[in-house]
């Protein structure tokens, strides 16, 4: 009984950043839970990969190329669809530099990035949902992809700290303001992740020496710890979890 809140079918789940690394893993995961996707990436290619893994588990498909911080673009995608459930708002990204050396143009791409159209995406899907008859009674649920980095900080991390930690209080006032319509709002915030994004950070030996260093469990997460936690939060399983962060950081933050 417990296990079919895990459930996801006849859900429709939009991915953002669904091409590759954590994007991809969180949407095979929720089709393996039964959900029916729309995924947003850059990259046509990634798309089709995706797409075809999908296929798969026997659950619809929708893909689009499209850059988030295109705001018609993503808008013009979001309002076509004819239902959305679950928005797992992926996409974001990180340019390491020390705070004295942060380039303008790195930083304003990372808010712009990170922040506004994550909120942007995060509104829009909002509006559909509640458009959708009966939402109360089905109830959703948005999942900002947050990190550990929403809640400290660390070297030459200081602008995408600043992005997350603003999501983090995003979070807090979405989840008030869409409580009445059953919208549940939280943050997934995972540690070091093996994706095509930190590994080129990771070539670093000493940075990687000294990351391993601040995990108490000793190790890097891997893709399907993180997308199994989405998919909980996604679920009936967490029914009455809103306004907060599933930190899945091996004990970073517990120091």
Known sequence: MFLKKYNL????????????GLGKACALALAEAGSNLIIISRTKK????????????????????????????IKSIINSQSRIDILVNNAGTNIPEHFTKVKKKNMEYMVNLNINAVFNVAQLASLKMIKTKNRKKIGGSIVNISSQMGHVSGPKRSVYSMTKFGLEGLTKGMALELAPYNIRVNTIGPTFVVTPMTKRFLKDKKFKKSMLESIPLGRFAELPEISSAVVFIASDAASM????????????TAR
């Open 46 to 73: 990634d798309l089709n990969n995706v797409s075809q893994i999908i296929k798969k588990y026997k659950v619809k498909c929708k893909s689009y190329v499209c850059d988030i911080t295109d705001y018609n673009k």
């Open 9 to 20: 079918k006849n859900k429709y789940a939009l991915v953002t950043g669904a091409g590759k």
């Open 241 to 252: 979890i809103t306004g907060t962060s599933l930190l899945v950081d091996g004990g970073w």
